[in-house]
């Protein structure tokens, strides 16, 4: 794993090119792979290894190309392959958090889950109480805006699937905008 380069779990890459095809089909999946870089195009073309470690701007290059070809280039597909990545993530993976936990019990695992997705960056909770959370992520490094509607759809997702109502999570801070730091804030009932 490259120490100056953001890195990410393929485990988190493959439900995001899973996505384009369950919801737009083979041939707009193919339409995206011709678009990209030759290093995107293998990558996400391939079979993905869950466990090993891919350079984060290969999967906002994905995205990002996905979202103008097959979107209307405002990121609304990155919010959908957010949701759709906890989706994917929570019905295997953390199947059992969902079992046993309420939404609080979720989010305090925020932290945890990170740092096995990411190669960098501290996720903290900020505020915390019964329905309502400000997550605050620290030491990344620069990131897309990409990165940050898809994250910002994974957490409404999560959310919801760990039984929040109502719940709405908003990216009230962000390096893009000149803040220090990332920071979500969500609420439910």
């Not at 190669?119 to 620069?142: A, C, Y």
């Not at 910002?152 to 801070?173: C, F, N, P, Q, Y």
Request: charged residues 30%.
């Amino acid at each position: 794993m490259s120490d100056d380069k953001l890195m990410l779990k393929g485990a988190a890459w493959k439900p995001i090119v899973k996505f384009v095809k369950v919801t737009f089909g083979e041939d707009p999946l193919s339409k995206v792979l011709e678009s990209v870089s030759p290093e995107c195009r293998t990558i996400a073309s391939e079979t993905i290894l869950v466990n090993s470690w891919y350079d984060m701007s290969l999967i906002e290059e994905f995205i990002s190309a996905a979202d103008r070809l097959l979107g209307t280039g405002d990121l609304t597909i990155a919010r959908k392959m957010g949701q759709y990545s906890a989706e994917f993530g929570i019905k295997t993976v953390y199947k059992i958090f969902m079992k046993v936990g309420s939404p609080e019990f979720v989010i305090k695992k925020a932290p945890v889950i990170w740092k096995r997705y990411y190669s960098r960056g501290d996720l903290n909770l900020v505020e915390f109480e019964k329905g309502h959370v400000i997550l605050r992520l620290t030491d990344m490094g620069q990131i897309s805006k990409v990165t940050c509607v898809r994250v910002t759809g994974w957490m409404e997702t999560t959310l919801r699937m760990s039984g929040a109502k109502d719940s709405v999570v908003e990216h009230i801070s962000c390096k893009i905008r000149g803040d220090s730091h990332e920071e979500w804030e969500g609420r439910w009932q």
